[in-house]
């Protein structure tokens, strides 16, 4: 039986793959992500610098789970916000969050979320699949006192970009052009044909199909 193990340890991600019928098992990589972006060739596209985390992440779990090793597939994701051809991770700070915010408000600025997929038979890595997924974002203008409500929040402070599709930062998004599940953390869309490039039918995954 193919299982779908999510390197991550992002709730958004596993309630994104949960309510779309799949019950993945959970396994955090112990990437150190700066040090992997630093390490890529200079001139890397911020596609291929979120692209790379994800792999690195899959490929560091896929050290980690003889037990599934047998037949699985590997999920590895990495999410920034690109503004002003910058990108932007997890802000970690309110006095960074404000400051990322005060750079958006009332702007657009593009999603990237780089995926990876691996597929495991017999504990060898026999297929691999990578690509970004981009989604533009439309933030509104917060008012003084509803920023610091939400900054307080500590929502913002450990997702990237700052904000939440899915969440309190709900609010505070005008609009979105493209996939909604990409700006939660992982594109339902390209992960099917990912899966597809490695030979898994996402039907396949589906809890109830293992029922």
Do not use: N
């Amino acid at each position: 039986m193919t299982r779908l193990v999510l390197a991550s340890a992002s709730p958004a991600r596993l309630g994104v793959l949960r309510t779309a019928g799949i019950d993945p098992v959970v396994r955090v990589s112990g990437v150190d992500e700066d040090a992997v972006a630093a390490a890529l060739p200079a001139g890397t596209s911020p596609e291929g610098i979120v692209v790379a985390l994800a792999r690195a992440k899959a490929l560091d779990v896929a050290a980690t789970i003889p037990e599934f090793a047998d037949d699985c597939v590997i999920v590895g994701c990495d999410s920034m916000l690109l503004v002003d051809g910058q990108l932007q991770g997890k802000p970690h700070t309110p006095e960074v969050a404000r400051a990322r915010w005060k750079g958006m408000a009332g702007r657009s600025a593009d999603l990237l979320t780089g995926h990876c997929v691996l597929r495991l038979r017999d504990g060898e890595i026999v297929g691999e699949a990578a690509e970004c997924s981009g989604t533009t974002v439309h933030f509104a203008e917060p008012a003084p006192d509803e920023l610091d409500a939400y900054i307080a929040t500590g929502e913002p402070l450990q997702v990237a970009g700052a904000f939440t599709l899915d969440g309190l930062g709900g609010w505070f998004v005008d609009r979105i052009d493209g996939d909604p599940s990409s700006v939660i953390g992982i594109g339902l869309p390209l992960l099917r044909g990912l899966l597809e490039d490695v030979g898994v039918g996402v039907t396949q995954l589906w809890r109830d199909a293992r029922a």
